[in-house]
């Protein structure tokens, strides 16, 4: 598909994007767009038709057929801590389960409409029109080299599950920047496998918003962000084998051995884990978080203490619920579905001995290390499950009972289904949140039964 303007070279393409910069979106909107509601993905359309001067279309190639070159428009939003992070994935092209693993990566359709992208960023303000959203930057996009390893590995890793059969098991979480995101007008758009019978949702290769965001910080705010593996590495291992290697040394030896391998004082302090951990990967004094492949691929740690049975003493916890977003978001834009679709878990496991079992300050080994993120099947069964139940409790209104130890509640518990419930976890009972029927109940989060965690783990045997 020709456009009706014809740009004879990349330079002149990211000239007539850069002009745009500090003007607003509703400038460009010479069909008038951003009137309908029902127009999705218009800031697109608009800036193809108003600045680029191109015909709206969908296009198996790329936007710029001539220069191989793909466009991007995307939306960033300003924090609290005034940095910049991506509102949203940046959706890339469908993928064809029946005609995708017929090729090589070089040769995909993935790659050869997406290795070279200019990105436009503009800025979302819930309290703007949309037309009135400015346009930040500019930029072309060629994947870096460590970048792009990943990539490849992300893109396999897609594949594979397709030729498995699995592709309706496919999770945004089994990636680390390249992922499979839904992609239609509802959960229900649905496709033919090629090497399974049951029918699979419909999805596009994206970037996570994750590693949309690292990338708007640092083409926006200069920001640098440290890596813990090069490009020679990545050609041959993988995220996960890279990291077994770094803890392998450490792998039997007891906390406090550890500490001194790598000359950090044991501490009660909260922040003692990750700074250990941050010392092992070789990166001391550098928070997870900020590291380029934490950051990017939405990787979050969390230390696991086994008991000599193999068993967690405690269900692991995670963040404080939104009572009031659980009611009113759509199952896929919820907060339990965001955090265990888009997250990945590294699992540092640590476990205690048997033999110091009556010991009050005996310490654990280190057992292991996995990356884990939750499966589609137990995401779409399990904790749907415990979405909907929940969402019904508090449509109906929580029954508050007054008991010996304090107040007990209707909310599912630790017997609910063997995987996921909702418990208190608060300073003390004063520590409340208001319901959505005007009752205040004790801050509460969601957990992962002890038992489910033990089964995820026990392959580190």
């Not at 740009?7 to 979106?25: M, P």
């Not at 205690?352 to 499966?375: A, C, Q, V």
């Amino acid at each position: 598909m020709s456009t009706d303007k014809i740009y004879n070279s990349i330079e002149e393409v990211l000239d007539i994007a850069e002009s745009a910069e500090g003007k607003t979106v509703g400038e460009f909107d010479i069909n008038n767009r951003l009137d309908s509601r029902g127009n999705k993905g218009g800031i697109g359309q608009v800036l193809e038709e108003g600045l680029f001067k191109m015909a709206v279309n969908s296009r198996a190639e790329a936007d710029f057929v001539d220069l191989g070159l793909e466009l991007k428009v995307t939306a960033i939003k300003e924090n609290k801590k005034n940095d910049f992070s991506a509102k949203e994935r940046l959706v890339l092209n469908i993928i064809n389960y029946e005609e995708d693993y017929k090729d090589s990566f070089e040769e995909s359709s993935f790659w050869q409409k997406n290795k070279n992208l200019l990105i436009i960023f503009y800025l979302y303000k819930d309290e703007l029109d949309k037309k009135d959203f400015p346009i930040i930057k500019s930029v072309l996009h060629n994947f870096d080299p460590v970048d792009l390893e990943i990539i490849k590995q992300d893109w396999q890793t897609i594949i594979d599950k397709i030729k498995a059969g699995e592709a309706h098991n496919i999770s945004e979480g089994d990636t680390m920047y390249l992922a499979a995101c839904t992609k239609g007008a509802n959960a229900k758009s649905i496709r033919k496998q090629p090497f399974s019978n049951i029918l699979a949702k419909q999805r596009a290769f994206s970037l996570k918003s994750s590693y949309m965001s690292a990338f708007a910080r640092r083409v926006i705010d200069r920001q640098l962000i440290p890596s813990l593996f090069n490009v020679n590495e990545l050609k041959s291992k993988t995220t996960l084998q890279l990291l077994q290697e770094r803890f392998a040394p450490y792998i039997g030896k007891r906390v406090s051995e550890i500490a001194k391998l790598v000359d950090i004082p044991v501490t009660k302090n909260k922040a003692f884990n990750a700074n250990l951990i941050s010392a092992v990967l070789g990166v001391k004094g550098t928070k997870l978080e900020s590291l380029r492949e934490f950051s990017k691929a939405n990787i979050k740690f969390k230390t696991i203490r086994l008991e000599p049975t193999g068993i967690p003493k405690e269900h692991i916890s995670f963040e404080q619920i939104d009572f009031h977003r659980w009611v009113n978001d759509a199952w896929e834009n919820s907060q339990l579905y965001e955090k265990f679709e888009y997250t990945k878990y590294l699992f540092v496991v640590f476990q205690y001995d048997e033999t110091e079992k009556e010991n009050k300050n005996r310490e654990p080994y280190l057992k292991g290390i996995m990356l884990w993120n939750m499966p589609e099947v137990v995401i779409e069964h399990e904790l749907k499950d415990l979405w909907k139940t929940t969402k019904s409790i508090l449509e109906t209104g929580v029954e508050l009972k007054f008991v010996r130890n304090g107040v007990s509640n209707n909310l599912p518990g630790a017997s609910f289904n063997g995987i996921c419930h909702i418990r208190p976890k608060a300073r003390d009972g004063k520590d409340q949140v208001e319901l959505p029927d005007g009752q205040r109940i004790t801050k509460q989060c969601y957990w992962l039964n002890r038992e489910y965690i033990a089964e995820i783990v026990k392959e580190l045997s």
